[in-house]
Structure formats: structure tokens, C-alpha cells
């Protein structure tokens, strides 16, 4: 059994069982994906709740892991040669844990390639833009008497949709089979539901994309998946 005593993380999320994958998470989109990816590969793991406030994403535990101060992030027991691997960001993680299954991340070369592409897509622009317009939208940024700063990301984000639903044209998931590329990209469509945000980015024009997101809010992993892990610690 791995020893993750040496983990100062550990210390204030305590590993009941250190022989598996330890997750340090909060249910947002970027938490999800690694709680979906790993229902979806049947990897087992353990969940521990990181809440968003600086008691528990600053604190010297969690930054020993991530000193960017962001979740989510892992411990692998049994990462690379045998040896415990930490990682944090999100679509690092998920590439790791594809690979590491062998799951989700195609058959060949172009595959991958093609699975890798979308990923950076949302990564580098459906994240951080529909982050922004959360931002402007719904909370702080909404009050303020500017509203050029708001508009700027509701164009923005339709313009990102715009790209998917074009992309989806006659396709069931973004790059061929279901992959990783597809659990970074569906968290942050259903985040549009909760900056209430939908109408004023006219989701219901983009079909294509809101039927890709109903399928994707159907699958079995995915519906557990985006419960983990509880809001609240346990």
C-alpha cells in the first residue's frame, strides 16, 4: 500500500484508503470533469470536499499540491514506475487518467490529436470566456454601471457556441467516440444554467449543442459524477 503520510495534504484530508486515487474537489465545472472521468474508467477513488474558500484552497495543505490554489487536484498511489503522482489542472488531469486507463482518449494517433484539439478548446476559450460572462453576468461584475465589460463576453460566448454547434453538425460527440474532450466541454455548457445565462447567449438557437448537452446529461456516470464531491464535507 502507498504510503501518503509524506503528503502534507493528507494531514487535513486524511486518506481512508490510501491504496486508491485521492480527489481534492468542489462540484463547479472544472471539479466535475475529474469526478466523471473517473466514473466513467471505473477508476477507483476517493473524494475529499475542498471548498472554495481561502480556509481551505489557501491553506498550506492544499497548496502543497496545487500552488496555484485551484481545484481540483490528485494524488495517484500508484502513479508513473509505482511512485505517488500529484497533479493539479483539470485537463492535465484528465489526459493523465486517460492515459493511465487506456480510456476515452481514442484508438490512434489522429484520434487523440483530434481529442487533444478539442480539450485546448475548452481549456484556452469555453472555460475562461464563460467563466467571464458568470463574472459579468450574474455575479459582481453585474452590478457594475458599464455594461460594455458584459456584452463583451455574451458576444463572446456565442461566438463559442457558435464553433461547437458548427462542429456537431451530424456528430453525436465532439471527436468521434465519447472522450475526455466531451467531459471537459459538458460541465461548462450546464454552468450556463446556473450564471442564468442561457437566453441572453441564445442557447436554445445553437441544436445542435443543447441536444450534445442533453446527451451528455444522460449518461449514467455523468449524473453521479457531477454530485462529487458533496458540497458540503462530509
Not at 42 to 47: D, K, L, Q, R, T
Not at 51 to 79: C, M, Q, R, W, Y
Not at 135 to 147: H, L, M, N, T, V
Request: glycine share 8%.
Amino acid at each position: 500500500m502507498a504510503d501518503l503520510s509524506t503528503f502534507k495534504i493528507n494531514d487535513k484530508w486524511p486518506a481512508k484508503d490510501p491504496s486508491v486515487l485521492q480527489l481534492y474537489s468542489f462540484p463547479t465545472p472544472n471539479g466535475v470533469k475529474v469526478s466523471i472521468a473517473l466514473e466513467e474508467m471505473g477508476i477507483p477513488y476517493e473524494a475529499h470536499t475542498v471548498t472554495l474558500a481561502d480556509a481551505d484552497v489557501k491553506s498550506p495543505e492544499f497548496l502543497s499540491v496545487n500552488p496555484n490554489n485551484k481545484i481540483p487536484a490528485i494524488i495517484d498511489p500508484n502513479g508513473p514506475d509505482g511512485a505517488p503522482l500529484a497533479l493539479f489542472e483539470s485537463g492535465a488531469i484528465l489526459m493523465y487518467l486517460a492515459e493511465k486507463s487506456g480510456k476515452l482518449i481514442g484508438t490512434t494517433a489522429a484520434d487523440k490529436a483530434q481529442i487533444l484539439q478539442w480539450l485546448m478548446f475548452q481549456m484556452g476559450g469555453l472555460g475562461p470566456m464563460f467563466g467571464q460572462l458568470g463574472f459579468f453576468y450574474k455575479f459582481a461584475g453585474s452590478q457594475w454601471e458599464d455594461k460594455r465589460p458584459q456584452q463583451r463576453y455574451i458576444d463572446e460566448a456565442k461566438r463559442l457556441l457558435n464553433v461547437l454547434n458548427g462542429a456537431l453538425d451530424g456528430k453525436t460527440w465532439i471527436a468521434g467516440d465519447f472522450s475526455v474532450a466531451d467531459i471537459a466541454i459538458g460541465p461548462w455548457l450546464r454552468g450556463l444554467d446556473f450564471y442564468g445565462a442561457k437566453e441572453a447567449v441564445g442557447f436554445a438557437d445553437h441544436t445542435n449543442v443543447a441536444a450534445y448537452l442533453d446527451r451528455f446529461l444522460d449518461r449514467p456516470a455523468v449524473i453521479k459524477g457531477l454530485q462529487i464531491p458533496p458540497r458540503e464535507p462530509a
